[in-house]
């Protein structure tokens, strides 16, 4: 399967599994867990180790964020008030969806539209959209720092737009709902807020730097012929 296929077939399946999520309770995000974990295996399977311990850091960086952010801070909140077993496993699939989107447009212009397109919602936040969002325009000149300093800027421009559209959606369908300000603070935040995915590019960058640690740890000690030996 080619770049594009995944650059269109994360995004929908995303989408499709957002709104199935609307239609169930517990048991029924319990499955729609299970299936996206195999979803996101299958999507796994045929990458290198490096990648694939990338995309894996980056479900376990993002599970912690979650869990700080929406059940212990209460930024946002779940249509359940819980962390769906779907969302751990979507991030990777979310992933994997912004890497094939720099494998199908030109990492320049992938990078422009990211930085264009992430200001520009931050300048609305803070004059013409509906709620004011001063917390979302707290967070844009971090992901612009990164598109414009980062050898990755292509991958975290091609994530910011994959959660970018995400997020516009998850929350028109009410899938969850960002708080009006952000505890504790009292800072104004969007719903969406634009800078969102700022914290994304850390669950990024996080996991970019540690995947090639974990994957020289797992060679670092091999089985040949029953025993364990230095490589």
Do not use: K
């Not at 929908?12 to 239609?23: S, V």
């Not at 990164?146 to 050898?151: A, E, G, I, M, V």
Request: proline share 6%.
């Amino acid at each position: 399967m080619t770049p594009r296929f995944y650059a269109a077939a994360g995004p929908a399946y995303l989408a499709a599994l957002l709104a199935a999520d609307t239609q169930v309770g517990y048991g029924g995000q319990l499955a729609l867990g299970g299936l996206t974990w195999i979803v996101l295996a299958v999507a796994l399977r045929p990458l290198a180790p490096l990648a694939r311990a990338q995309a894996l850091g980056v479900v376990a960086f993002a599970t912690i964020g979650e869990v700080t952010g929406s059940l212990v801070w209460g930024v946002y909140h779940y249509r359940l008030h819980n962390l769906p077993l779907f969302i751990p496993p979507a991030h990777g699939v979310v992933y994997l969806s912004g890497v094939a989107l720099t494998r199908v447009v030109p990492a320049r212009r992938l990078v422009a539209v990211a930085a264009a397109g992430s200001v520009a919602w931050a300048l609305a936040g803070l004059t013409v959209l509906p709620r004011l969002d001063v917390g979302g325009a707290i967070g844009v000149p971090l992901l612009c720092l990164f598109l414009w300093r980062s050898r990755a800027r292509a991958t975290y421009a091609g994530v910011f737009l994959v959660v970018g559209a995400l997020e516009l959606y998850g929350t028109s369908i009410g899938t969850w709902r960002w708080a009006r300000t952000i505890p504790g603070l009292g800072i104004a935040d969007g719903n969406p807020p634009s800078g969102v995915a700022s914290g994304y590019v850390w669950f990024d960058v996080m996991a970019l730097l540690l995947a090639p640690t974990l994957v020289a740890a797992t060679r670092w000690r091999a089985p040949l012929h029953g025993r364990t030996v230095e490589t």
